[in-house]
């Protein structure tokens, strides 16, 4: 069946690099996409979306990269903060009621 | 603008009991969901509305029930639990739906039947 998967589950980093989480999506169709973050014992926080027409995203200290191609998202986190640290999700839309489909998330940890 | 709230935040239920998870959002949203997360897992959509009245089943509906009376309101309604719905569940809400915007997502009801 479609599914959004995530290459790695967890991923440490020191505090001050940047993050790379990475996601693959298997329904080509999917037009929209979404990265969350979820810190322990709360719900999930919007990031960044992206729609299937663009190729690169812009927030403040995040970028989102979509190719197509070999159906792959990331989530690049610059100078990554000790409060970064939690479990981020991407998520697809698919269907034509635009549900979202989630994948099983990365845990990112920030080392001091 | 208390955003999304959910009710109650922790639960243990017996085997067969029933139970509601109460979810209520103050930002006018018409759209309103229910997830629930297993560990380890994403999550899974359960039910859907897309407004008052109006409710659609979603990936995982089996074992629940929802209402829509209000827009504020979208009540999860468990009837027989059973150990397989021990999980946390998370309501969520949009203003439009999901492919202009993001949802708003409560803090989640831990559910754990014994």
């Known amino acids: 069946g479609e599914s959004v998967g995530l290459h790695l589950p967890t991923l440490s980093v020191q505090e001050g690099d940047n993050s790379i989480i990475n996601c693959a999506y298997s329904n080509s169709a999917s037009d929209y996409f979404i990265w969350y973050k979820q810190e322990s014992g709360k719900g999930p926080q919007f990031i960044i979306d992206i729609r299937s027409n663009m190729d690169k995203r812009q927030g403040q200290r995040v970028t989102v990269l979509l190719n197509k191609t070999v159906k792959h998202l990331s989530l690049q986190i610059a100078a990554t903060q000790p409060g970064d640290s939690a479990v981020y999700f991407c998520a697809e839309k698919s269907g034509s009621q635009g549900n979202l489909i989630f994948g099983k998330g990365t845990k990112l940890s920030v080392k001091p | 603008n208390a955003g999304v709230t959910q009710t109650p935040k922790f639960r243990i239920l017996k085997i067969g009991q029933s139970m509601t998870l109460q979810c209520a959002q103050d930002?006018?949203?018409?759209?309103m969901y229910w997830y629930r997360q297993d560990p380890g897992m994403g999550l899974k959509l359960i039910y859907y509305s897309v407004g008052a009245g109006i409710t659609d089943k979603g990936e995982v509906p089996n074992g629940y029930n929802v209402s829509r009376s209000t827009t504020e309101d979208f009540p999860l309604r468990l009837e027989l639990a059973a150990p397989s719905q021990t999980s946390v569940y998370f309501c969520?809400?949009?203003?439009?739906?999901?492919?202009?915007?993001?949802?708003?997502f409560g803090e989640g009801s831990r559910l754990t039947v014994l």
């Open positions: 969520a809400s949009s203003r439009r739906q999901i492919n202009t915007g993001e949802l708003f």
């Open positions: 930002m006018n949203h018409n759209y």
